[in-house]
């Protein structure tokens, strides 16, 4: 069974930092795309920040300069680095795997993390 887990949430003030980090687990042969989105309370889910297999990264413009994505493609992770953390960035932060393969010629449907709390108190 293919899954993501995610970890490092947590309670901050606000300018402080957190880590998130996501495993993937399963028989996979690659993920083209990994990411963390973000849902907050009556709010729609949105992207956070995203990056490719060959490390092309793409954030939203709420958390450029803060916000910094990494993967590692051998371990099938990817942290999110938070800092300078607002109030605004309150929410349930998910990760999420693209393109995924489990052989050279098997694609399955997009699959998410069960998500992890991030709560930023001013």
């Known amino acids: 069974q293919v899954q993501l887990v995610e970890s490092g949430g947590g309670l901050v003030q606000a300018g402080g930092s957190l880590r998130l980090s996501c495993a993937a687990s399963?028989?996979?042969?690659?993920?083209?795309?990994m990411g963390w989105y973000r849902q907050a309370p009556g709010k729609q889910r949105e992207l956070v920040a995203l990056?490719?297999?060959?490390?092309?990264?793409n954030y939203a413009d709420s958390v450029k300069g803060r916000f910094t994505i990494f993967r590692d493609n051998a371990k099938k992770t990817v942290d999110l680095e938070m800092n300078s953390l607002k109030p605004e960035d309150t929410a349930v932060y998910y990760c999420?795997?693209?393109?995924?393969?489990?052989?050279?010629?098997?694609?399955?449907?997009?699959?998410w993390g069960q998500g992890t709390q991030v709560t930023v108190s001013s």
């Open positions: 399963g028989s996979i042969f690659s993920i083209g795309i």
């Open positions: 999420n795997a693209d393109q995924v393969m489990l052989t050279s010629r098997s694609t399955i449907p997009p699959i």
């Open positions: 990056i490719t297999s060959r490390a092309s990264t």
